[in-house]
């Protein structure tokens, strides 16, 4: 099975049938995809300016949503030696018991769905880079009561998702399933109360 990185170079290769270049960009987001696959996709296609149903995309376009999709999986890579630096380091320091944040990280390690968006169609529209740096400063600072994405304080408790955890808080502006330890408790009770407003 290929990796990320030999899928990008079949994307980049000018020698490559069009169809390939095409499905190896798709590959890639078996490896690594923020939002999910599909929310991803769709995500990428927009930045670059195709649609994603277009079977005979301008190479070029390929090219500059791979090169988007680099460049978030590098900011996320560090974020995630950083990470494991940190648990070394704790552990050695004889704290076994992981934290909230840790127990998050489990569950998106690789990178695959980091910021979930249960919609395709619903995910924020800056560079993934950019979404995916909020997040992990977000997740180095006290909770708060906004989406670290787009600062939104419209949060709702979502069951059913597509995704673990399958339920969750999910900014009404973005769309991804905000990470709970970035939340104030506070925030969290806001979004499951919202969740019962909108039942009702």
Known sequence: ???????????????????????????????????????????????????????????ARLVAALDELEEARAVWLAYEVEFADRRRKEKHDGLRRPGSVDDWHRLTWGGFGVAWCDDPRVHPREPLA????????????????????CRGERLMWRYDLDHEPSTGPVCTGCGILVPRPVLTSGALADA?????LVSA
Do not use: N
């Not at 170079?9 to 960009?25: F, G, I, M, T």
């Not at 499951?192 to 019962?196: M, T």
């Open 1 to 59: 099975m290929a990796g990320f990185r030999s899928l990008a170079r079949q994307v980049r290769d000018p020698r490559s049938d069009l169809a390939l270049r095409r499905y190896s960009l798709r590959k890639c987001l078996e490896r690594f995809a923020p939002y999910g696959h599909r929310a991803t996709w769709d995500h990428l296609s927009a930045r670059a300016g195709f649609d994603p149903e277009d079977r005979s995309v301008d190479p």
């Open 130 to 149: 950019e979404v995916l740096r909020r997040l992990i400063a977000a997740l180095e600072r006290e909770p708060g009561a906004a989406c670290p994405v």
């Open 192 to 196: 499951r109360s919202a969740r019962l």
